[in-house]
């Protein structure tokens, strides 16, 4: 046998994260500054595009750059493998080419969809991430996750592709409804509950929209800082990154039985960690005490800490058990042992079975 070593020299990726109310008006020049093209598509959805494309097409523009808006429906229903060639086709015919950029202007539908055709189209071309939702300042516009659903699930088609930037303006949020302001937040506080218990302390106190607002940049940066950690220690999400997905296993089965729609991700995540960590501490794996801290936190942003109907918890566990990342009924839950002291937890399925057993544990 002959053998041939093939090296591939290691590509270091770095790009910077701005955050500061406001920045949405500079965009012409931040983009300047990463790109020497003169030549970007934006993708957005029609809601995102109503407030907001007005200004980056305006200021884009000023800045030299022909822009091409890609505008899709809004919704997870967008999210799917058989939007992408539409997309391809329509950066085609604006004639964009790899030495241009993809803009993702919105949440995390947008930000995924848009990394996930800038990964692939013409092998990879340059894209800067501005979320315009909280979930997506703190979360998916941070860390190169992008990709799709597939009707078997959801995200079971991507890459880890990092933009070269991302714009992150506070001030966007202020068209958020209390909802999604609210759905953003569990994730925040989820941030407090795997990292830093003085952060928890302090969203405790925030406990209005109001309040959060007038400490959002630092509040955004400490989320954004917790994940850069731990991205760079573990980008392919096999050892630490995993801890971010603390209320998750529960969250992702919540939000499926829910079909995506009457509970949202941030809602189900919120059930996810009060109930798990509950569990946690019956079981003396979590100090007594955590899981109505957590809830009291929670609540302060109008998040649940249970399912109105804990009798769906019986169709609920299905879903983990479906869940093919669950090997040999070996399930890796993620528990906190304190506020801000996350670990992974090797067990089975049967972790839950009081939910199913003794209803409601919270
Ligand atoms: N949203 C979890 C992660 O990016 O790893």
Redesign the pocket.
Known sequence: MNDIQVEVPQETTEYAIKIQKGLLQNVGEELSAITSSRRVAVVTDKNVHQHYGETVDTQLKRAGFTVHFIILEPGEQTKTFSSMPAMYSELINAGITRSDVIVALGGGVVGDIAGFVAATFLRGIDFVQIPTSLLAQV??SV?G?VGVDLPEGKNLAGAFYHPKLVIIDPDVLNTLSDHYFSDGMAEVIKYGCIKDASFFDKLTQLNSREKVMAEIENVIETCCKI?QDMVQQDEK?KGI?ML??FGHTLGHAIEAYYNYESITHGHAVAIGMVTLTAIAEEKGLTEKGTAEKVRRCLSGHNLPAELDEPEAYDFILSYIKKDKKQLNNQLHVVIIETIGQAATYKTGIGFFDQLTTGGQIT
Do not use: H, V, Y
Request: cysteine-free; aromatic content about 0%; hydrophobic content about 10%.
């Open positions: 979360d998916s860390g996750k994940k999400d990154r971010l997905n």
